[in-house]
């Protein structure tokens, strides 16, 4: 079994829509994060988590919200989705900060 | 202003043969650098940590190395293999690791 399992792989929504994305991970770690990738872009730090009472905002959090419902588990919400958010979703954690542990992704279009 | 920047943005190699990715960064103060390999579909996974005092480290037919007086490191893959083929992420930790700044990465092809 996936040691971060993000759910789900896929998924198309329309505009105006609110979705979430679910991150469980059977690591242990405290830290927990949520990543978007884009073409020739890289990976960009939406929210991240260092505990269950900790939430802190990355370089790209506006039109999303995160909850942290448990060590294991991070949820990442898109409030009213528009087409700009469709990218490739990771959640990732980590025990000191430095390495990072990745789920599969998960594939968001938004039409 | 943190930045790393990987080059070539893109390469394709035939089968069997070396190559060398690079790694520019402006992080300071540096704590580490990792590259990660990311196969297509998946999330990346880390393949090596340099952290100041090392100058070079191998993992199978992969090598890293490190000039921290140049803010320049390297990964070389020898006797390449078609399951090379992915996107190859460089990303520098900042002091205390509380900060982690990506490249952009450079997506190696491998052909028969």
């Known amino acids: 079994d996936a040691d971060v399992t993000q759910t789900p792989r896929n998924r198309i929504t329309k505009t105006g829509k609110r979705i979430m994305l679910e991150c469980s991970q059977t690591?242990?770690?405290?830290?927990m994060y949520w990543y978007r990738q884009d073409p020739g872009l890289g990976l960009r730090l939406i929210y991240y988590?260092?505990?269950?009472?900790?939430?802190n905002k990355g370089e790209i959090s506006d039109g999303y919200s995160v909850s942290r419902q448990a060590q294991a588990k991070f949820s990442l919400s898109l409030e009213s989705a528009i087409p700009n958010q469709t990218a490739l979703y990771f959640c990732a954690t980590s025990e000191t900060g430095s390495k990072l542990f990745f789920g599969s992704g998960t594939q968001l279009s938004v039409l | 202003k943190n930045q790393v920047e990987q080059s070539p943005q893109s390469l394709i190699i035939l089968e069997g043969k070396n190559c060398t990715l690079q790694?520019?960064?402006?992080?300071?103060?540096?704590?580490?650098l990792r590259w990660y390999k990311q196969d297509t579909g998946r999330g990346p996974v880390s393949l090596t940590i340099?952290?100041?005092?090392?100058n070079t480290k191998s993992n199978g037919r992969y090598t890293a190395t490190l000039d921290a007086d140049t803010k320049q490191s390297s990964l070389h893959i020898t006797a390449s293999q078609l399951s090379d083929s992915a996107s190859y992420i460089c990303v520098v930790s900042a002091q205390a690791g509380t900060a982690l700044i990506f490249g952009k990465g450079t997506t190696l092809s491998v052909s028969s």
């Open positions: 790694c520019n960064y402006t992080v300071s103060p540096f704590s580490n």
């Open positions: 690591k242990g770690h405290d830290r």
């Open positions: 988590s260092f505990d269950v009472k900790d939430i």
């Open positions: 340099m952290t100041f005092s090392e």
